[in-house]
C-alpha cells in the first residue's frame, strides 16, 4: 500500500540531504538529534556548525492529501553571514517537488558549560504527501 509514495519520500529526502551536503560540504549533517560525544567534539575542538534535519508529524490536507512538517537546524558560531547562509538553505531545499517554505525562528543559546554562544536558526518547511485514502 501506498509504496510508490513512499519511494518519492525517500527519494525526497535524500534530495534534501545531498544538496545540503553538495552546497556546504564543511558542515556536517545529522538526523534528529547530535549525538552528545559529537556535540562535545564541537565544544572541546572546533566553532560550533552543523546541521540537524528532523521529520515532523503529518496534519490532513485534502482528501488523500497530508503535509508534512519538518525542519532543518542550522548552528552557527562566530560567523556574520547567517542571514546569507538561510537564503541558500531556503532555495536549495525549496527546489524538491511538493517541499515548501513556513518560517524561521533564531535565537542564540550558550555552549554547554562555556561562555561562546551559536546562533541557532530552526528552518521549517513542510512536502506535500498523497496517500491512499478510504471513501
Known amino acids: ?75 552557527s558560531e562566530d560567523r556574520d553571514d547567517v542571514d546569507e547562509t538561510l537564503i541558500d538553505i531556503i532555495s536549495l531545499v525549496e527546489k524538491i517537488p511538493t517541499v515548501s517554505f513556513v518560517r524561521t525562528t533564531k535565537m542564540r543559546a550558550r555552549a554547554a558549560n562555556t561562555d561562546r554562544f551559536v546562533d541557532v536558526v530552526t528552518l521549517d518547511f513542510r512536502r506535500f504527501v498523497k496517500y491512499e485514502c478510504r471513501v
Open 1 to 75: 500500500m501506498n509504496e510508490q509514495q513512499k519511494e518519492f519520500m525517500k527519494k525526497q529526502k535524500k534530495m534534501i540531504v545531498d544538496s545540503l551536503k553538495k552546497y556546504f560540504p564543511t558542515i556536517p549533517l545529522f538526523e534528529d538529534e547530535m549525538a552528545e560525544d559529537e556535540e562535545k567534539e564541537f565544544i572541546k575542538n572546533k566553532k560550533y556548525l552543523a546541521f540537524v534535519l528532523s521529520m515532523g508529524d503529518f496534519t490532513p490536507s485534502n482528501l488523500g492529501n497530508l503535509t508534512q512538517s519538518f525542519s532543518i537546524d542550522y548552528y
